[in-house]
């Protein structure tokens, strides 16, 4: 499976699975320094909020980086993940006392879930690549149906305007030869769904949803990367407190390859 391939599936489903066949989601969070910031900042805001005996719901689990994380400091977690590569990784990585409620299935229907039967929800992947907006809509709606009343819901959008910097990291004509539109800097959604913030904040509005924090979940890491997996492990703990110091600042938060908002319905 390459590029090519891919953006001729039509089946927005069928595409999405794929697209893990091209993307290692399974070392995305964890294979370096830099990448770690993203987890750890989203550790560091649900914990915030998790209590002792909390049940939580991981939609769009990927390959089981925060599902795992959390069982295994003693939470009732069910995961749920549409793509064949991303379910494998995740189940090699279960041992017998792993006690997920791991299952294959789309974040557009929770039917398997009870209403308000989860403290925590977190809706990560599923934004990544849903371009229709009933879609998203429908997605927000049910992950709200099964978030218990005083649950908080975690979502993650990829930015659209600062990717441009990062890619630019990566290749010297980005600015030229990049797939967006050149007018309105808008990225093509492919093979992911690019948000800016201000889109981000009005879709869930409109799905129903109080924000309580938005959050730069990895800030410039990408972007610094070179640098930051050159750190010792001091600087490297005085960098993430200095990223925990800016990641909500308003006029920062724009700064960041994902946004994370914490909310409430």
Avoid: W
Wanted: glycine share 6%; with cysteine.
């Amino acid at each position: 499976m390459n590029f090519i391939e891919l953006k001729k599936i039509e089946n927005e489903t069928e595409r999405v699975n794929r697209t893990y066949d091209i993307f290692n989601e399974d070392s995305r969070l964890n294979h370096s320094k830099a990448a770690r910031v993203e987890f750890l900042t989203t550790v560091h805001y649900i914990e915030k909020y998790l209590q002792e005996g909390d049940k939580i719901l991981d939609i769009g689990a990927g390959a089981g980086e925060y599902s795992l994380y959390f069982a295994r400091k003693g939470y009732k977690v069910s995961a749920l993940e549409l793509a064949d590569a991303n379910i494998a990784a995740f189940r090699k990585k279960l041992t017998p006392e792993d006690h997920i409620d791991l299952v294959q299935g789309n974040a557009l229907d929770l039917s398997r879930y009870a209403e308000n039967s989860f403290d925590i929800v977190l809706l990560f992947g599923p934004l990544y690549h849903l371009e229709n907006e009933a879609d998203k809509q429908n997605c927000i709606s049910e992950a709200k149906r099964v978030c218990k009343d005083d649950g908080k819901i975690f979502f993650a959008f990829i930015s659209n305007d600062f990717v441009f910097l990062t890619e630019l990291a990566y290749d010297v004509n980005y600015f030229s030869s990049g797939d967006y539109d050149k007018k309105t800097f808008k990225l093509n959604n492919f093979p992911f769904v690019f948000h800016t913030a201000d889109a981000a904040r009005a879709l869930l509005a409109e799905g129903g949803i109080r924000v309580l924090h938005e959050v730069a979940a990895d800030g410039a890491s990408e972007l610094m990367a070179e640098r930051i997996n050159k750190m010792t492990d001091e600087d490297y703990a005085q960098y993430l407190r200095y990223h925990f110091y800016i990641c909500e600042k308003p006029e920062l938060f724009g700064m960041t390859n994902h946004f994370l908002f914490v909310g409430e319905k």
